[in-house]
C-alpha cells in the first residue's frame, strides 16, 4: 500500500556530505512521523533522527550537529543532509514511515529498503 524509496547513498571520504532522500508513495491519507534508522556492519538497527508531521527534528546524540533532517510534506519526502561524515556513519539507512491510509484508519510502520552509506578514505 505504501512504498518508501530511498536514495543518495555512496562512498564519501571522511570529512565530507551526502544527501539522503525518502520518496513515500501509494495510499496515503496523512504521515505522522518519518524517520531515518541504520544499522552498522555488526550492530544492531539504531534509530538516527525522526520528524513528526509539526516539523519538530529529534536526532540522536552520535548524529547531533552534524545532520540536519527535514520534510517536503506536499511531495511526502524525507531529507536527510550529513556534513562531517565519519567511518562510524558508515551503515546501511533505512527510512521509516508512520502512515494513516485512510481517515477512518490506523496507522501502520511501513520501512524503505535501505541505502549504504560508506565513509572511508
Known amino acids: 500500500q505504501v512504498q518508501l524509496v530511498e536514495s543518495g547513498g555512496g562512498l564519501v571520504q571522511p570529512g565530507g556530505s551526502l544527501r539522503l532522500s525518502c520518496a513515500a508513495s501509494g495510499r496515503i491519507f496523512r504521515i505522522t512521523v518519518m524517520a531515518w534508522y541504520r544499522r552498522a556492519p555488526g550492530k544492531q538497527r539504531e534509530w538516527v533522527a525522526d520528524i513528526p508531521s509539526d516539523g519538530s527534528t529529534n536526532y540522536a546524540d552520535s548524529v547531533k550537529g552534524r545532520i540536519t533532517l527535514s520534510r517536503d510534506n506536499a511531495k511526502n519526502t524525507l531529507y536527510l543532509q550529513m556534513n562531517s561524515l565519519r567511518p562510524e556513519d558508515t551503515a546501511v539507512y533505512y527510512c521509516?514511515?508512520?502512515?494513516?491510509?485512510?481517515?477512518?484508519?490506523?496507522?501502520?510502520?511501513?520501512w524503505g529498503q535501505g541505502t549504504q552509506v560508506t565513509v572511508s578514505s
Open positions: 521509516y514511515a508512520r502512515v494513516q491510509t485512510s481517515l477512518n484508519s490506523g496507522s501502520d510502520d511501513y
